[in-house]
């Protein structure tokens, strides 16, 4: 499986830059015009995404297993670079540091869904990448709550930032969790696996 990292910018002079600041569910719509060239169902997986709102940008990283169209974005302000990653890197043994945002929950009896306690995140997590890679060691640095809508109705997606050290298990398998990425709430920018400089 290919591997391609990518960082779309999209300006305050560009017309849907308000609607990206209120409005999380207009990420993905935008995010997927990078792949439609390679008839990419706008609902299907194939990569994941951190968001970072400022004054007069908003920012994308993603990664994907489909390599972004850099010029999917015709005349629109928005740049988009974008670089394939060398998965040899990811040989079983290596060790990377990560800073990811998850949703991490379980269905209870009722069938509804609930946030695990944080005492329990790293168990869930490790069941989360298991034979992919091991968790080496992590800690919750901080917490909050992500709103989306789904059919007119508000959605929550509560969430913590997690960052730690993973072990690579299996390369194939590593390379596919980290554009499938872990837990709920990925069209909301949750789930992403960013690795960091060890």
Known sequence: MSLYMANVVVPNTDSAWEELCENSNAWK?????????AGLPENEGGYVFRETIKKDVVKFFLMSSHQPD????????????MREV???????????RFL??????RRRADGKRVLIRDAEVPKWLGRQIFKAATLV???????GIREGYKDEQVITHPWVDVEGILMVDDTQLFVEKLVTGVGRGKRYGLGMIVLRPN
């Open 100 to 105: 990811s945002r998850f949703s991490p929950q």
């Open 86 to 96: 060398n998965t040899e890197a990811f040989c079983p043994g290596a060790k990377f």
């Open 70 to 81: 850099v010029k999917a974005y015709g005349r629109r302000p928005i740049t988009v670079e």
């Open 29 to 37: 719509g935008l995010l997927w015009r990078l792949f439609s060239h």
């Open 137 to 143: 060691e992590s800690r919750i640095i901080k917490s």
